[in-house]
């Protein structure tokens, strides 16, 4: 499964010259965790997290001590001034197993897709990549029995049964040097989290 196959394309972008509570408003109604901010050309310079604009902007209680300290702060009032220009990005044909990875050891929870002549052309999200997993064992039996038809011809591979995401697929010509290949074009399926094979 490749970036391609899970990013959203309709991307919501901002400038960084939008101001901060603008951004706030989109990422909360939206439910997005990040924005990609772009210069007036459509470049992407930056991205603006759900956490860099509540920077500061959290004030403590009245009754706390911590309010006088807090009254002489001024925020910064544009997304240029709480962006982060060190930007994680991929291009469409990543694998989504190592783009996963990378976002698991950085913590980042979108990363904004860009192509080197065309500039952004989407995003990818933690929840991008849960939805795509977040499949049916029906559809994941008949995508398997689709993509295995393809590759060795109908009827050389049987899906006796999908539990789970986990796949038993069966050989009727028990004919283990050919059940490494079935094996990887199975788990190449969306949702498929195991493959298992077994005399038919």
């Known amino acids: 499964m490749i970036v391609r196959d899970v990013m959203t394309t309709a991307v919501e972008t ?4 939008t101001p901060v509570h603008t ?16 210069d007036e050309d459509g470049r ?20 706390s001590r911590e309010v006088h300290a807090e009254i002489d702060a001024h ?11 060190d930007v994680m990005t991929v291009d469409p044909w990543t694998d989504v197993a190592e783009l996963e990875r990378r976002m698991r050891d950085t913590g ?3 990363v904004p897709v860009v192509e080197p002549d065309t500039g ?5 999200s933690r929840r991008d990549i849960m939805r795509a997993l977040d499949r ?22 049987d899906v006796l049964h999908v539990t789970g995401g986990v ?3 069966g050989d009727p010509y028990d004919l283990p040097e050919e059940r490494h290949a079935a094996a990887v074009v199975a788990a190449g399926v969306p949702g498929v989290v195991d493959v298992r094979i077994v005399p038919a």
């Open 108 to 110: 980042f929870r979108s």
């Open 120 to 124: 952004l052309v989407g995003i990818v």
């Open 75 to 85: 925020p910064p009032q544009l997304v240029g001034a709480v962006m982060s220009t």
């Open 23 to 38: 951004a706030l408003a989109r990422l909360a109604e939206r439910g997005f965790t990040a924005l990609p901010v772009v």
């Open 44 to 63: 992407l310079v930056g991205i603006v997290t759900e956490a860099d604009v509540l920077r500061d902007r959290v004030r403590h209680d009245v009754h």
């Open 167 to 169: 796949v038993v697929l």
């Open 14 to 17: 901002v400038g960084p010259d």
């Open 136 to 157: 049916t064992d029906g559809q994941i039996a008949a995508d398997v029995r689709a993509a295995l038809a393809d590759y060795a011809g109908r009827g050389r591979w």
